[in-house]
């Protein structure tokens, strides 16, 4: 599976971005959950939201009623529109998906895009 993510960029605090990452390969069936994470210089990697295949979504706390995880299954993309960026958002956002258990739970990266949320 490669994962393909696009949409970083400069943004004022206040202002909004939206990412997408679209899935792709002979293993796409396999893929139950996406998701992003972010990871700021000097910080460990962390999770920002994900969404299964269903539609259950999981964010982290610092992100909740900001950001929103899409997911257009027919097109294997997942969408992260982030809202009332702030400064503390700077980092690069990596792309995730997640096989089902009974295709071996593999985990797949995408390349990073950077988000900078400075004025």
């Known amino acids: 599976v490669q994962l393909q993510a696009s949409g970083g960029g400069l943004v004022q605090p206040g202002g909004s971005l939206r990412l997408s990452c679209a899935a792709s390969g002979s293993s796409i069936f396999s893929i139950n959950i996406m998701g992003w994470y972010r990871q700021a210089p000097g910080k460990q990697r962390e999770l920002v939201a994900s969404?299964?295949?269903?539609?259950?979504?999981d964010y982290a706390d610092s992100v909740k009623g900001r950001f929103t995880i899409s997911r257009d299954n027919a097109k294997n993309t997942v969408y992260l529109q982030m809202n009332n960026l702030k400064p503390e958002d700077t980092a690069v956002y990596y792309c995730?998906?997640?096989?089902?258990?009974?295709?071996?739970?593999?985990?797949?990266w995408g390349q990073g895009t950077l988000v900078t949320v400075s004025s």
């Open positions: 995730n998906a997640e096989s089902y258990r009974s295709f071996g739970g593999n985990n797949y």
């Open positions: 969404i299964t295949r269903s539609g259950s979504t």
